[in-house]
């Protein structure tokens, strides 16, 4: 238990420099961003409790804010998604249920329920960033275009770690 | 009572879920008074500290076109000193002009430790602070022109408010048709920004030059902000839709200047006597 939780922090610190410090600057054509954090909380445990969920998604997105200078505009969205989160995984119960204290991950339930349950996540969490960021719906069609272009940039990324550096994990972290 | 504590511990998610959203609109709407938390902000000693090893590391790699810049201003500077030079003889010998006058604006070189140009509002953390004098509201310029406004200061770091910004409003003038106007960035391309109230009866070309006006007392008249790339005229338009290509390249910002008026407080200073006495 403590081995894992130590795990988790370190896992945390990882994505949260590697998104602050990395990809931070990356603009591909102008509207392409990528926001891999997410990735964290959606590697989070199904059976983890639904307060846990939404504090951790709080603690990260302010500390994202902290360094992006647009605070609480993270915060907002991870939040968001990680109300979501629990409802989302519910609709989508593989079959046989989900494994405890297992991360939904790509090499347990498969790429085409990881795609599933990931790419609506992380539409809503990049599509509530811009319409904050840009303070309303008056450029929709740039929120649009931007939240499509890089929500697959996102979610490509996020399966090309997995793929890289996760093995099979039967509760690994 | 326990019935309450039973809903509570029930919708114990939603609620946390709404306590935190409104956390975080809080905080989001009252950024903008920006002073009251710029601790929260990158101008904070940590975070600025991280970032500058970070752009310690990358100034290796960007050594040669920094160099190149400075080499490239240098000439600049000569040209104009010769023509400064002229000036401050016409100042002395024919107006008998004030000391105060010629030191009007003196000039803090900064370097960049971070920048954005991806967001709305974007905003640029430079390593002097209150320590070095820089002081919230002084204007920002680099080799090429206007950069922005300082906007809040930790002692050995300041957050600019850079031109890319739309909340950002600069006073300028284009030439040769000496009209007076304003540069705001309407938030979509990083070398474009937005000439806004030309009247209709000014003529303007494709290639004219704008240029700070100077009447805001943050920017020195004539520092340079771009050259206009396209203009529309519609029938019913009262005012011309001008498109400028910025002087400056806002993605690779490293060495830049902070511009102190010492004559700021007098301008400000008379004009409130004006405003009080109408």
């Given at each position: 238990m403590k081995n894992s939780t130590i795990l988790r922090i370190v896992h945390f610190v990882i994505f949260l420099l590697l998104q602050v410090l990395i990809l931070k600057n990356i603009a591909l054509f102008g509207f392409g961003f990528i926001f891999l954090y997410i990735a964290v909380l959606l590697f989070l445990p199904a059976d983890m409790e639904k307060s846990t969920l939404l504090l951790l998604g709080f603690v990260l997105g302010i500390m994202v804010d902290w360094f992006y200078d647009t605070l609480g505009v993270h915060a907002a969205a991870s939040v968001l998604i990680m109300y979501l989160r629990p409802k989302w995984m519910q609709l989508i119960t593989p079959k046989g249920g989900y494994d405890a204290g297992v991360n939904p991950m790509l090499s347990d339930y498969g790429f085409n329920w990881f795609a599933l349950y990931a790419l609506p996540l992380i539409l809503i969490h990049h599509f509530t960033l811009f319409v904050i960021q840009s303070g309303g719906f008056d450029r929709l069609m740039s929120i649009l275009a931007k939240t499509s272009f890089s929500g697959v940039l996102t979610f490509v990324l996020m399966v090309l770690v997995q793929l890289l550096f996760y093995t099979k994990q039967r509760r690994v972290i | 009572m326990r019935e309450l504590f039973f809903f509570i511990y029930r919708f114990r998610g939603l609620m946390l879920f709404l306590i935190l959203e409104m956390i975080c609109f809080w905080l989001i709407v009252t950024k903008n008074s920006y002073q009251s938390i710029a601790f929260f902000h990158s101008s904070n000693r940590a975070i600025g500290a991280l970032y500058q090893n970070k752009t310690k590391v990358n100034n290796y790699f960007e050594l040669s076109r920094i160099n190149e810049e400075l080499v490239k201003e240098n000439a600049a500077l000569r040209a104009a000193l010769k023509v400064s030079e002229a000036s401050d003889y016409y100042w002395t010998h024919e107006f008998s002009a004030d000391e105060a006058r010629l030191k009007q604006f003196s000039f803090t070189p900064v370097r960049v430790v971070n920048n954005s140009i991806s967001e709305y509002h974007n905003y640029i953390t430079i390593d002097k602070g209150s320590l070095d004098g820089i002081k919230p509201n002084e204007g920002v310029i680099g080799p090429y022109g206007v950069i922005g406004k300082v906007k809040s200061v930790s002692p050995h770091y300041a957050t600019v408010i850079s031109l890319?910004?739309?909340?950002f409003l600069v006073s300028a003038k284009a030439y040769p048709s000496n009209v007076l106007c304003s540069v705001n960035w309407s938030g979509e391309d990083f070398q474009f920004a937005d000439l806004n109230?030309?009247?209709?009866h000014v003529e303007m070309h494709v290639g004219d030059t704008v240029r700070t006006s100077g009447y805001d007392g943050i920017f020195p008249a004539g520092t340079m902000i771009g050259t206009v790339e396209e203009f529309e005229l519609t029938?019913?338009?009262?005012?011309y839709n001008i498109k400028v290509r910025l002087?400056?390249?806002?993605s690779s910002l490293s060495y830049l200047y902070v511009v102190e008026n010492n004559l700021e407080e007098e301008q400000l200073e008379v004009e409130r006597l004006t405003e009080e006495k109408k």
């Open positions: - | 890319l910004n739309n909340k109230y030309v009247p209709r029938d019913q338009d009262i005012f002087s400056t390249d806002f």
